[in-house]
C-alpha cells in the first residue's frame, strides 16, 4: 500500500498549483484522505481532508478558500488545488490515508494517519 505524491514547484505569489497523490495497493475510496504540510523549522500541520468518497471535506483556516481537496476514485488519486499562493505555503506536501473507523474530530491530527506519502516541495515565493 502506497501513496505518492507529485506537483510540488516554484512559483510567485497568487499563482497557483495543482499536487495529486495517487494511491496503489487497495482502493481508498471508503477511507479518510488528507494533505499536510510542514514548513522551514515548523512542524507538520494539518491542511485539508476528505472523509471518504462523496462525504464531506474539512480545511484549516489558513487555506479556507483557497485550497480544494478533491478525489477520483476511479483513477486513486487525491489533488489538492492551491490558488492564490502566499509565500507562508511554503512547505512539503504530503498526503496520508487515514484507518476507516477514524472519528471526525481525529482527521485533523497527523496521528491519526498511518500510510504516508513521500512528500512534494512546493516554494511560493515573493
Known amino acids: 500500500v502506497q501513496l505518492q505524491a507529485s506537483g510540488g514547484g516554484l512559483v510567485q505569489a497568487g499563482d497557483s498549483l495543482r499536487l495529486t497523490c495517487v494511491a496503489s495497493?487497495?482502493?481508498?475510496?471508503?477511507?479518510?484522505l488528507a494533505w499536510f504540510r510542514q514548513g522551514p523549522g515548523k512542524g507538520r500541520e494539518f491542511v485539508a481532508a476528505s472523509r471518504r468518497s462523496g462525504g464531506t471535506t474539512h480545511y484549516a483556516d489558513s487555506v479556507k478558500g483557497r485550497f480544494t481537496i478533491s478525489r477520483d476514485n476511479t483513477k486513486g488519486t487525491l489533488y489538492l488545488q492551491m490558488d492564490s499562493l502566499k509565500p507562508e505555503d511554503t512547505a512539503i506536501y504530503y498526503c496520508?490515508?487515514?484507518?476507516?473507523?477514524?472519528?471526525?474530530?481525529?482527521?485533523?491530527?497527523?496521528?491519526?494517519?498511518?500510510?504516508w506519502g513521500q512528500g512534494t516541495l512546493v516554494t511560493v515565493s515573493s
Open positions: 496520508a490515508a487515514a484507518p476507516r473507523s477514524t472519528i471526525l474530530s481525529s482527521i485533523y491530527t497527523a496521528r491519526a494517519y498511518d500510510i
Open positions: 495497493g487497495r482502493s481508498f475510496s471508503a477511507y479518510p
